[in-house]
């Protein structure tokens, strides 16, 4: 889980092109959008892309989606019940 | 119509970003295109709306906020944008993706910013400003159109201060296909250029903002726009039908060819196309007329005027003509009256009329 | 003096017909022309558009293109035949005989061929004689070399608010004594690019769009060109004037790059400003050509901004995109063309696919064709990068 906590951050940070961020200055728990990272819903989609095209994870439900994406734990939780579920 | 540029910032090949005169330094490239010296954006544009902006947003936000500030923070009561290819990058990435991925896209983004009034938008969005805003899209026309309604918005009295840009990106892809039409020289000196006796010309790109106000009635000093004029001769541009145009143009603007102190040309080193430059200094134009070239600094592309009426509007502030861009051994005269002329192609024709009002 | 502006003539193709007529055929049987997409492949060719029932030959033939037409794109044969129509419509025989310009606008130009043959573009130069014909100004310079205009020849891109701005400046350029005449317009063809890009926005309806609908699911991506010819009332022949460009504004909403804001803020402004442009009461308006695309955030927006200004006397209204499909840098036009042919024939024009209304606004709109005393006919075009335009035709 750690590993791919580290690792989505590393995504995160490419795919929204926060060029001033490390995966130091926010944790597992930092929130996502409005404060914390402060991200918007442009980034929103770029995220549902990265959930998608990279983890192969399909989050159509807006409401799935805000809770999914509140912030990197709760994405990395989602990847990995994906992952053990398809196998 | 008329009006008067108050204030101009320009991010181009040359050094020409950090202050709004002529620059001290010529920047030499040997190449067969000429890439903008950008200045620090991080200094210019929030970091936070930084990340997500391609190169020529970057450009187009920062020019004119110089701009804005040169003219001492007045809120734009119009923002009018030209580009000849819009966020050329973002939209080739954006067309890569559909074509090479199978239309597994990955990223909305440049989606978003592939059209073309994206700068404009961008600068609305960070002025919060709700005034009018457009953006103009027609090749060598792109910037004269957008100077055009500035000069309208200013006449019907909607518009007091008009932020005005022309700008455009030069891609690797952009100079690749185009090369194929034979639009470049073979990399050289760019100082070179003019008058080099080849075909073919150097790619350019560049971001030019001005601000552009109504004259009040009794402030008849500072830089003066008189007037723009276009014409398109799709088929073969004859030269009798330039002057003709010409000389109609300067008639409206209530000003005689011999009163134009200076014409810049918008020369771009194609011994083909520039034929019709040669044609009007040798018969046209009065004797005594001091010439100036530009596209050898900033390269040719479909905004270029927009850095040509920034040399202008320097050059009669200033009353000092560069070295650089002189064509003519003519000694120094006052510059009162100055034309600028460009022939895209000899297909799209502008025509701009500055005065410096002070003389 | 500033003269007044009239429109003399009109042209239109889109998914429901070519010409006047058919388009108004298929308002009254309350045909649309969204369905399955069959201008190229694409992996969501699931997904309704509304194409022009025409391939780019039995266009170039209407058109009237006799050179090869595979050098002409379909967005660029589109803006011709529009342009055609609402010249022939509008009595034009010479272009010399008033001082006349043209302003097209287009949000993706030469993009059907761009996307076609990129790749090969990039590898070789086999097809190196379209490079001139991708871009945007292409449309618009091969209407002026058609017609003969070599004045005030310029093209528009902003988004989904493009033609507005267009026919916007075409008036503009009138009541500023620049122009006599001008043939103004937008095209756009269906192209896999926007069809990937709005997907990617997720604003796609999978089922067809249904504007002001309570249960609305996305836009319907169509194609389409319309034209009219603007005339200075200095030279108009009195028996060809259809009615009055009266009221026009552009603003720009400056709030995010795609959406809207809730409370409908920048149409408001659009609104309100076009009706102190035109001397007009939001009462006098007698029929509103909604933007509509079907998207949530957008009616609702554009809902509410019509709540704001009209209060308890919303006039008549429709989005006909339900007919046509998001014509993106055409729907400006096209739905211009539209509030000109309800002036013409004093009708009100129907929208589709609605059942139910918002819930808190009670919008309901026109579902039928209707006989009505037309007066003044307001039609809004909502653009990406907060791009409001509203234009007002008057009948004379």
Same mark, same amino acid.
């Given at each position: 889980?750690?590993?791919?906590?580290?690792?989505?951050?590393?995504?995160?940070?490419?795919?929204?092109?926060?060029?001033?961020?490390?995966?130091?200055?926010?944790?597992?728990?930092?929130?996502?959008?409005?404060?914390?990272?402060?991200?918007?819903?442009?980034?929103?989609?770029?995220?549902?892309?990265?959930?998608?095209?990279?983890?192969?994870?399909?989050?159509?439900?807006?409401?799935?989606?805000?809770?999914?994406?509140?912030?990197?734990?709760?994405?990395?939780?989602?990847?990995?019940?994906?992952?053990?579920?398809?196998? | 119509?008329?009006?008067?540029?108050?204030?101009?910032?320009?991010?181009?090949?040359?050094?020409?970003?950090?202050?709004?005169?002529?620059?001290?330094?010529?920047?030499?490239?040997?190449?067969?295109?000429?890439?903008?010296?950008?200045?620090?954006?991080?200094?210019? !544009?929030?970091?936070?709306?930084?990340?997500?902006?391609?190169?020529?947003?970057?450009?187009?936000?920062?020019?004119?906020?110089?701009?804005?500030?040169?003219?001492?923070?007045?809120?734009?009561?119009?923002?009018?944008?030209?580009?000849?290819?819009?966020?050329?990058?973002?939209?080739?990435?954006?067309?890569?993706?559909?074509?090479?991925?199978?239309?597994?896209?990955?990223?909305?983004?440049?989606? !978003?910013?592939?059209?073309?009034?994206?700068?404009?938008?961008?600068?609305?969005?960070?002025?919060?400003?709700?005034?009018?805003?457009?953006?103009?899209?027609?090749?060598?026309?792109?910037?004269?159109?957008?100077?055009?309604?500035?000069?309208?918005?200013?006449?019907?009295?909607?518009?007091?201060?008009?932020?005005?840009?022309? !700008?455009?990106?030069?891609?690797?892809?952009?100079?690749?296909?185009?090369?194929?039409?034979?639009?470049?020289?073979?990399?050289?000196?760019?100082?070179?250029?003019?008058?080099?006796?080849?075909?073919?010309?150097?790619?350019?790109?560049?971001?030019?903002?001005?601000?552009?106000?109504?004259?009040?009635?009794?402030?008849?000093?500072?830089?003066?726009?008189?007037?723009?004029?276009?014409?398109?001769?799709?088929?073969?541009?004859?030269?009798?039908?330039?002057?003709?145009?010409?000389?109609?143009?300067?008639?409206?603007?209530?000003?005689?060819?011999?009163?134009?102190?200076?014409?810049?040309?918008?020369?771009?080193?194609?011994?083909?196309?520039?034929?019709?430059?040669?044609?009007?200094?040798?018969?046209?134009?009065?004797?005594?007329?001091?010439?100036?070239?530009?596209?050898?600094?900033?390269?040719?592309?479909?905004?270029?005027?927009?850095?040509?009426?920034?040399?202008?509007?320097?050059?009669?502030?200033?009353?000092?003509?560069?070295?650089?861009?002189?064509?003519?051994?003519?000694?120094?005269?006052?510059?009162?009256?100055?034309?600028?002329?460009?022939?895209?192609?000899?297909?799209?024709?502008?025509?701009?009329?500055?005065?410096?009002?002070?003389? | 003096?500033?003269?007044?502006?009239?429109?003399?003539?009109?042209?239109?193709?889109?998914?429901?017909?070519?010409?006047?007529?058919?388009?108004?055929?298929?308002?009254?049987?309350?045909?649309?022309?969204?369905?399955?997409?069959?201008?190229?492949?694409?992996?969501?060719? /699931?997904?309704?558009?509304?194409?022009?029932?025409?391939?780019?030959?039995?266009?170039?033939?209407?058109?009237?293109?006799?050179?090869?037409?595979?050098?002409?794109?379909?967005?660029?044969?589109?803006?011709?035949?529009?342009?055609?129509?609402?010249?022939?419509?509008?009595?034009?025989?010479?272009?010399?005989?008033?001082?006349? /310009?043209?302003?097209?606008?287009?949000?993706?130009?030469?993009?059907?061929?761009?996307?076609?043959?990129?790749?090969?573009?990039?590898?070789?130069?086999?097809?190196?004689?379209?490079?001139?014909?991708?871009?945007?100004?292409?449309?618009?310079?091969?209407?002026?070399?058609?017609?003969?205009?070599?004045?005030?020849?310029?093209?528009?891109?902003?988004?989904?608010?493009?033609?507005?701005?267009?026919?916007?400046? /075409?008036?503009?350029?009138?009541?500023?004594?620049?122009?006599?005449?001008?043939?103004?317009?937008?095209?756009?063809?269906?192209?896999?690019?926007?069809?990937?890009?709005?997907?990617?926005?997720?604003?796609?309806?999978?089922?067809?769009?249904?504007?002001?609908?309570?249960?609305?699911?996305?836009?319907?991506?169509?194609?389409?060109?319309?034209?009219?010819?603007?005339?200075?009332?200095?030279?108009?022949?009195?028996?060809?004037?259809?009615?009055?460009?009266?009221?026009?504004?552009?603003?720009?909403?400056?709030?995010?790059?795609?959406?809207?804001?809730?409370?409908?803020?920048?149409?408001?402004?659009?609104?309100?400003?076009?009706?102190?442009?035109?001397?007009?009461?939001?009462?006098?308006?007698?029929?509103?050509?909604?933007?509509?695309? /079907?998207?949530?955030?957008?009616?609702?927006?554009?809902?509410?901004?019509?709540?704001?200004?009209?209060?308890?006397?919303?006039?008549?209204?429709?989005?006909?995109?339900?007919?046509?499909?998001?014509?993106?840098?055409?729907?400006?036009?096209?739905?211009?063309?539209?509030?000109?042919?309800?002036?013409?024939?004093?009708?009100?024009?129907?929208?589709?696919?609605?059942?139910?209304?918002?819930?808190?606004?009670?919008?309901?709109?026109?579902?039928?064709?209707?006989?009505?005393?037309?007066?003044?006919?307001?039609?809004?075009?909502?653009?990406?990068?907060?791009?409001?335009?509203?234009?007002?035709?008057?009948?004379?």
């Amino acid at each position: 889980m750690e590993e791919l906590i580290r690792q989505l951050k590393l995504d995160i940070i490419e795919a929204l092109s926060l060029e001033d961020v490390v995966a130091d200055d926010f944790d597992a728990d930092t929130p996502l959008f409005v404060e914390g990272l402060g991200l918007d819903s442009i980034d929103a989609l770029e995220l549902i892309l990265l959930m998608e095209r990279k983890y192969g994870v399909k989050i159509e439900d807006p409401k799935e989606r805000r809770n999914v994406l509140r912030n990197v734990r709760a994405m990395a939780i989602c990847i990995t019940n994906h992952t053990n579920t398809n196998g | 119509m008329k009006a008067i540029i108050k204030a101009s910032s320009v991010i181009s090949p040359q050094h020409t970003h950090s202050a709004e005169g002529f620059p001290s330094v010529i920047n030499e490239v040997i190449s067969d295109r000429l890439t903008c010296l950008e200045p620090d954006y991080r200094n210019l !544009i929030n970091p936070i709306q930084l990340r997500r902006m391609p190169r020529i947003l970057k450009m187009g936000l920062a020019a004119s906020q110089l701009c804005i500030s040169r003219a001492g923070g007045v809120d734009p009561d119009a923002i009018i944008v030209g580009t000849g290819l819009g966020c050329l990058d973002n939209l080739e990435k954006f067309l890569l993706e559909v074509i090479d991925n199978q239309e597994r896209i990955t990223s909305v983004l440049p989606f !978003i910013n592939s059209t073309h009034n994206a700068v404009a938008a961008q600068v609305a969005m960070l002025l919060k400003n709700h005034n009018y805003n457009i953006t103009y899209c027609h090749r060598a026309f792109s910037f004269e159109s957008a100077l055009q309604d500035a000069l309208m918005q200013i006449e019907e009295k909607q518009a007091q201060h008009v932020l005005v840009g022309g !700008i455009d990106e030069c891609t690797h892809d952009y100079v690749k296909l185009h090369g194929y039409l034979g639009y470049w020289k073979k990399p050289l000196s760019n100082l070179q250029l003019l008058g080099s006796g080849s075909s073919g010309t150097i790619a350019g790109e560049g971001a030019s903002f001005f601000m552009v106000s109504g004259q009040p009635d009794k402030d008849v000093t500072g830089i003066i726009l008189q007037g723009i004029h276009t014409f398109l001769t799709p088929q073969v541009s004859d030269l009798d039908s330039i002057e003709h145009e010409i000389t109609w143009f300067l008639r409206k603007c209530r000003t005689e060819l011999q009163d134009i102190d200076g014409v810049l040309l918008g020369l771009n080193g194609d011994n083909h196309f520039d034929q019709a430059y040669y044609a009007l200094q040798k018969g046209f134009f009065p004797d005594q007329t001091i010439y100036m070239g530009y596209k050898h600094l900033c390269g040719e592309y479909y905004t270029a005027t927009a850095f040509a009426l920034w040399l202008g509007f320097v050059t009669l502030k200033s009353q000092q003509i560069p070295d650089a861009v002189n064509l003519t051994r003519i000694p120094d005269k006052p510059v009162k009256n100055l034309l600028l002329y460009n022939n895209f192609r000899n297909t799209e024709h502008s025509l701009i009329l500055l005065k410096n009002g002070a003389l | 003096m500033r003269p007044r502006v009239f429109v003399t003539g009109v042209g239109i193709i889109s998914a429901i017909g070519n010409g006047t007529e058919e388009t108004l055929n298929a308002f009254q049987n309350l045909k649309s022309g969204i369905g399955k997409l069959s201008l190229f492949e694409s992996v969501h060719s /699931g997904i309704p558009v509304a194409e022009v029932k025409f391939t780019n030959s039995e266009l170039a033939l209407l058109a009237g293109v006799n050179d090869s037409t595979d050098k002409f794109t379909r967005n660029t044969l589109l803006a011709l035949l529009a342009s055609g129509q609402a010249s022939a419509d509008s009595g034009w025989t010479d272009t010399a005989e008033k001082y006349t /310009g043209v302003v097209m606008a287009t949000t993706v130009g030469g993009m059907d061929f761009n996307e076609q043959y990129y790749k090969s573009l990039l590898e070789n130069d086999r097809h190196k004689d379209l490079i001139g014909v991708l871009d945007s100004a292409d449309c618009t310079e091969k209407v002026a070399v058609h017609f003969g205009i070599r004045h005030h020849v310029t093209t528009i891109s902003t988004a989904c608010s493009s033609s507005a701005n267009a026919i916007m400046l /075409g008036a503009r350029l009138i009541r500023n004594n620049q122009l006599e005449r001008v043939l103004v317009g937008g095209t756009d063809a269906l192209t896999r690019f926007t069809l990937n890009g709005f997907n990617a926005l997720e604003i796609l309806s999978p089922t067809g769009c249904r504007p002001f609908d309570i249960n609305r699911n996305g836009l319907t991506l169509g194609e389409g060109s319309a034209a009219l010819v603007l005339e200075s009332e200095e030279v108009a022949d009195p028996r060809r004037i259809i009615c009055e460009v009266s009221g026009y504004a552009n603003v720009n909403e400056a709030f995010h790059a795609t959406a809207s804001t809730v409370d409908g803020f920048g149409a408001i402004m659009a609104m309100d400003k076009a009706l102190s442009s035109a001397s007009l009461k939001a009462s006098e308006i007698s029929y509103i050509n909604a933007h509509g695309t /079907g998207t949530e955030i957008n009616d609702l927006s554009e809902g509410n901004a019509i709540a704001s200004i009209f209060g308890n006397a919303i006039p008549a209204f429709s989005s006909t995109k339900a007919f046509t499909g998001h014509t993106l840098g055409a729907a400006g036009a096209v739905e211009a063309v539209f509030s000109v042919l309800a002036l013409r024939r004093q009708i009100l024009l129907p929208g589709l696919n609605f059942k139910e209304s918002m819930p808190d606004i009670n919008l309901q709109p026109q579902l039928q064709i209707k006989s009505f005393p037309v007066k003044h006919v307001m039609s809004n075009s909502f653009g990406f990068g907060g791009s409001n335009t509203t234009l007002i035709f008057s009948k004379v």
